[in-house]
């Protein structure tokens, strides 16, 4: 399943596209480089904070971080591989994480590169080394498939946004998809892609709501994983 969400509309509108791996917080495996302090601060052409977002994961408030980063991508990809092992980092395409220690807790980096004469985005999060488990699934979602038990749960108040995925869904993503998509029909949601129409069934998609008016992303995974956001529009 692609983690990467749709750009500008799902959380930054017009300001700032955001990728998956920001809500997903991906797990601690420990080792590594480690640090007293943010290393945040020597990222070479670190510029200024464009956004500060207060977000609850889980149950734990934490805040999602959004900064310039006016240096090359490979240059900056250079500069991780000299402060940090391996294991700390993982690069895909034209992004880079970036997982470390700082005290008693776990500073996750998401680097995006941003192209030819555009500054790098960095987004990052501060967090324990383990979050607890995600207990009650947000009603502003779809109900969850059938056996499926959620992974996390992301809620950004000032937008009221609601960000959950889970896994251990019990059927084939198309399914799964489609069934989604003809219960958001009949509540009167409308589908921007049709995607269910099409002759795989599609695996996700974006639906407009009009009572109330909220935007809903869904996409399932080959492993019984999924993905919901929705905001208000």
Known sequence: MSRILLLLILIAGPLLPLRGE????????????????????????????????????NGVDLQLKISAVNA?????????????????????????KVAYKVGRQVERWLLVDG?????????????????????????????????????????????????????????????????????LKLAGWKSLGNEAEQPDGGTGGIFLGQNPRRILWANYGSNGSGIYYSRPY
Do not use: C
């Open 72 to 96: 090359d991508f490979p240059l900056l990809l250079s500069w991780l591989a000299k402060m940090f092992r391996p294991e700390n980092l993982q690069s895909a395409g034209g992004s880079v």
């Open 115 to 183: 192209g030819p004469g555009k500054p790098v985005t960095l987004f990052l999060i501060v967090a324990p080394e383990k979050l607890p488990e995600a207990k009650e699934w947000p009603e502003e979602l779809p109900e969850l498939p059938a056996g499926a038990v959620p992974v996390q749960v992301v809620s950004f108040p000032g937008r009221k946004a609601v960000y959950g995925s889970f896994r251990n869904a019990g059927s084939e993503p198309s399914n799964l998809f489609r069934s989604l998509s003809a219960a």
């Open 22 to 57: 920001v809500f997903m917080l991906w797990p601690w495996k420990g080792g590594g480089t480690a640090s007293g302090e943010s290393l945040a601060g020597q990222l070479p052409g670190i510029g200024q904070m464009l956004h500060v977002e207060k977000m609850r994961v």
